[in-house]
T-cell receptor, first 110, second 117 residues
Framework: QKEVEQNSGPLSVPEGAIASLNCTYS??????FFWYRQYSGKSPELIMF????GDKEDGRFTAQLNKASQYVSLLIRDSQPSDSATYLC??????????FGKGTLLTVNP | GAVVSQHPSWVICKSGTSVKIECRSL??????MFWYRQFPKQSLMLMAT?????????EQGVEKDKFLINHASLTLSTLTVTSAHPEDSSFYIC?????????????FGPGTRLTVT
């Protein structure tokens, strides 16, 4: 079982819709969870992080964490074409080393 | 805040030569930096953890004598790819960690694209 798994996509949504990105992790000792956005040819950009069970909202982005199910998700409301990118889920234990999933390619169609 | 720079942004070198990549934290001090490598259509793979003033910690399978890391100050870490070969061609990305709320957040540099001919 891979440490961090993401639905590989590609995921395609129309402009204005909600995009839902999912991630599961295998290590129950994971404590911190991150979502990064990576445009083609660029380095990852931190979008959100979450440490506690529940929801965390920041603008159009909502991260959801369920440690019992070892599941973390990212919702993007009112998706824009500029949101088209690869979204990377990353998890960390207390030693701050990040383990990345393979990423989900999101395309928002105008 | 939390800006990380890398230099150069791209480099082409001949097989057998060495290439040095610099990673700087511009507006904060980073006791810990990380070096990643990313091949096309793959995720980031951690190569090593760079700690200021001490030896780097390499991930399994990464040759420490080939990928030399120096973290001479709280704002600068360098990665030197020695005797580069075409299979070392990749996108090299550094990150710097900031402690926030009991955990560490990593901010990435813009990356260096290395092509070995």
């Amino acid at each position: 079982q891979k440490e961090v798994e993401q639905n590989s996509g590609p995921l395609s949504v129309p402009e204005g819709a909600i995009a839902s990105l999912n991630c599961t992790y295998s290590d129950r000792g994971s404590q911190s969870f991150f979502w990064y956005r990576q445009y083609s040819g660029k380095s990852p950009e931190l979008i959100m992080f979450i440490y506690s069970n529940g929801d965390k909202e920041d603008g159009r982005f909502t991260a959801q964490l369920n440690k019992a199910s070892q599941y973390v998700s990212l919702l993007i409301r009112d998706s824009q074409p500029s949101d088209s990118a690869t979204y990377l889920c990353a998890v960390s234990k207390s030693n701050y080393k990040l383990t990345f999933g393979k990423g989900t390619l999101l395309t928002v169609n105008p | 805040g939390a800006v990380v720079s890398q230099h150069p942004s791209w480099v082409i070198c001949k097989s057998g030569t060495s290439v040095k990549i610099e990673c700087r934290s511009l507006d904060f001090q980073a006791t810990t930096m990380f070096w990643y490598r990313q091949f096309p259509k793959q995720s980031l793979m951690l190569m090593a953890t760079s700690n200021e003033g001490s030896k780097a910690t390499y991930e399994q399978g990464v040759e420490k004598d080939k990928f030399l890391i120096n973290h001479a100050s709280l704002t600068l870490s360098t990665l030197t790819v020695t005797s580069a070969h075409p299979e070392d061609s990749s996108f090299y990305i550094c990150s710097a960690a900031i402690k926030a709320g009991g955990a560490y957040e990593q901010y990435f540099g813009p990356g260096t694209r290395l092509t070995v001919t």
